[in-house]
């Protein structure tokens, strides 16, 4: 039975470097691994999953120390191994998956080489052999044109099949194990399935033991077949998938499941705050957006989602007049609204405020947030004096924080609250609608259901309307009324959140959304199957 | 075209360009020099006369945009012109091309630069890559630490302290460094060696902090990280994957320290009375010998746009993304 293991990390404690002193990252954390077994490690960006991964290699990033505890890999143990004897496994016995695969490859040289570089060093395989095998690894990975792929250069190739690729090279030497460090979180939704899919069939194919690290729970139910919760470097508990996904014991755990459990239905009306009609636009002479109709009904939650690159943000800018269209309106309460920004008035500027995904880079590092939150108080509202502040203080406890933020600077502040100041320095404009640019993506799950809550409640409250724009289905699903499907600068179809989530779907929409893991650990066969069935299907329809 | 070669010809475009802003540069902040050659020469007490005729004969009775056009135009066909001085109406015109005044004194400056960039350069770029390599050892610190003081310090006064060291108490090298052009070359390499030591320790300071930067950036790259994740030897990572992507910041970090070399290596000129093209141009300036100032500071002007372009081809010869295009 012990035979069986693989790894085995005892009671791993793991210090960083930061602030001028070192921290404990990972407090005396256990994990076992057998041979062929996939084990999805989960928690919020910061908990430490990379830094264990790593350690699983017996290795510490620049700043980092394995301070103490046992790494049991096959018989030998990292922490106390020499750097040659490391060596020799790492890209041999043990590869890892990096999450940014554009980064990780080196620009300067071919992807084959690349691919079977480790696998040649560690004297594994001869070169052509490692080539030829390098080319069917690539058809694994259902890469195109695996014969040839190889002898492209990293930036040749698009991201998608970069972390194809970066997949092809970890199984090159046939490693025991391989770390996944968040390797499709860098990827549109319809691109995951796919990388995951190959990913999956690899790992079963070649009998290969994974870690598999993650954010999300979806994709974590669908690579792993047992599921370790971390949080601030410590374990909050692990089980088998099926039975975490449908008993998440640990008030924590239950807590990753809050946004997919936020549910508001949907309502609309009639009545149009503000209108795009049959809008063009262009970045120089590149056309972004074609005949763009899309109409915002009054205090309510319309959600435009598409990919990246759909031109969700170009609408946005549209309409906040940061880029003139080249034909079509918008309308603001039924009166067309200058194109520029600089045609407009004051009071429709007020009108339209805009929320971004960086609350970091979207406030001055150096104001306070009551300097923040005051400047639009006095701009828009012309409030002076003592009246600001009060002012700035209601705002504040709007978004459910206390006074003792006034003076804080956004060095000071968590990524959510950040977010909630932004919403604040929003409202104290007073706006009838606010565009919301992805603000919760760069946001942990629970922060992201705060935020998601706060937005419901202040739309309750003050009646605002939302344009909510997000790639994120499970989002969607939890705040809008309407959807908006965008895709290559148009809009697939607007309606109804009910009928737009019900089939049948327009093409697209269908891609999209079928596109976006469930829970169910089943998910990803069905998803991959319907893919190639309709990929298949379309090419013989072109032939 | 290949994508290369069209960005190899926009930057030697752009270079020109810049040559030619310079030059106007050049010539009009000359114009806003106070005083002139023939007041310079002639003294308070000349006639008016007198200099309006030795400006005739200068040229400076004309227009400065016709003077600017003359200087540009002979300028094109190789031509630097005459010195002012040596002219005075004396009946006998002894004034000489300044190609003979500026040509020997350029050999001595590139003679005096290759010596020390012979030395600097290859022992900074290995001082530095050792550097970023063993990050924080002793011999890091030791090396930012001795680099940092020679930096602090201003270049005359590390002149004198090796005049003092090398020179007075262990005369081991001479003082001055006044060579001519009949010196023979080992002379002249041995009356050089102060000077070139002195700007060695200047640049090599620069040049390995620099190099240092460099290299510890791109090591911070995940490629480098995968590389090492991979097993492969850290002989084989820097080989491999830093250096074909090191060249770029390397040659521009060279590139900055030659130009140096040339063009910022007045003061030690003077304190080893070296007849290098800076002390020339300082001379010049005195006198108001306006060609030979021009010419001085196009060399200068020109080195520079000459090593960036250097540098930048480099970048763009080894970038990957320019060289496989997609
Ligand atoms: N190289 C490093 N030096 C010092 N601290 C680090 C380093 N890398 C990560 N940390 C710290 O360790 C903690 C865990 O980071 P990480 O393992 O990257 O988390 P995750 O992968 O779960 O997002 C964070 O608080 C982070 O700031
Ligand atoms: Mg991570």
Known sequence: MSDDILLHMKNIVIDGFSDESWHEIIKGVDLTLKRGEVLGLIGESGAGKSTLGLAAMGYGRPGIRLTAGEIWFDGQDLMTASEADKQSLRGARIAYVA????AAFNPAHRLIDQTIEATLSHGVKTSAEAAEDAKSLYAAMDLPDPENIGFRYPHQVSGGQLQRAMTAMAMSARPDLIIFDE????????????????????VDRFNTAAIYITHDLAVVAQMADRIKV??????????????????????????????????KPA???????????????????????HDVSIAVPRGKTLAVVGESGSGKSTTARVITGLLPPTEGDVLFNGAPLPAALKGRSKDQLQRIQMIYQMADTAMNPRHTVRETIGRPVEFYLGLRGSAVDQRVSELLAMIELDDSFLDRLPGELSGGQKQRVCIARALAAEPEVIICDEVTSAL??????????????????????????????????????????????????????????????????????SSVPTMDPGWLKGAAAARKAMSIAEETGKA | MHPILTTVLQRLALGLLTLFF????????????????????????????????????????QPAIVRYFDWIGALAQGDLGTSFSGRASSGVDRSRPVVDLVGPRLENTLFLASM??????????????????????????????????????????????????????????????NITEDTPFWERVYRCALPSMTLTLVIVAHMMRMTRAAIINLLASPYIEMARLKGLSPRKVILTHALPNAWAPIANVVAFNLAYLVVGVVVVEVVFVYPGVGQLMVDAVTTRDIPVVQACALIFAGTY????LIADIISIVTNPRLLHPR
Not at chain 1, 274 to 289: H, M, R
């Open chain 1, 267 to 289: 309502e609309t009306s009639d009545d149009y705050v503000l209108e795009i009609k049959n809008v063009t636009a262009a970045y120089g002479s590149v056309p972004v957006l």
């Open chain 2, 116 to 177: 020390t960039a012979i030395v600097a350069v290859p022992l900074a770029l290995t001082l530095g890559i050792l550097a970023a390599l063993y990050r924080g050892s002793i011999f890091d610190r030791m090396v930012n630490a001795v680099t940092l003081t020679t930096i602090a310090m201003p270049e005359f006064l590390v002149a004198y302290i090796l005049i003092l060291l090398l020179a007075s108490l262990n005369p081991i090298f001479p003082s001055l460094a």
């Open chain 1, 230 to 263: 971390l949080r601030y470097g410590e374990e909050v508990e692990e089980a088998e998938t099926q039975e975490m996904l449908s008993n998440p014991k640990h008030p924590y755990t239950k807590s990753l499941w809050a946004v997919r459990s936020i549910e």
């Open chain 1, 444 to 513: 942990d799950q629970v922060v992201q259901e705060g935020i998601l809550k706060l937005l419901m409640k202040l739309q309750r409250d003050l009646g605002v309307t939302y344009i909510f724009i997000t790639h994120d289905i499970a989002t969607v699903q939890a705040i809008s009324d309407e959807i908006v499907v965008m895709w290559m600068g148009k809009v697939v179809e607007q309606g109804i959140k009910d009928e737009i989530m019900q089939p049948p779907y327009p093409e697209y929409t269908e891609l999209l959304l």
């Open chain 2, 305 to 308: 746009i000459v090593l960036n």
């Open chain 1, 99 to 102: 999450q940014s695969a554009a």
């Open chain 2, 22 to 61: 310079v030059s106007v540069i050049i010539f009009s902040s000359i114009e806003f020099l106070p005083g002139d050659f023939t007041q310079a020469v002639l003294g308070q007490t000349a006639t008016e006369e007198t200099v309006a005729a030795f400006r005739r004969e200068l040229g400076l009775d």
């Open chain 1, 183 to 202: 390797p499709t979180t860098a990827l549109d939704v319809t691109t995951q399935v796919n990388v995951l899919a190959a990913m999956r069939e690899a």
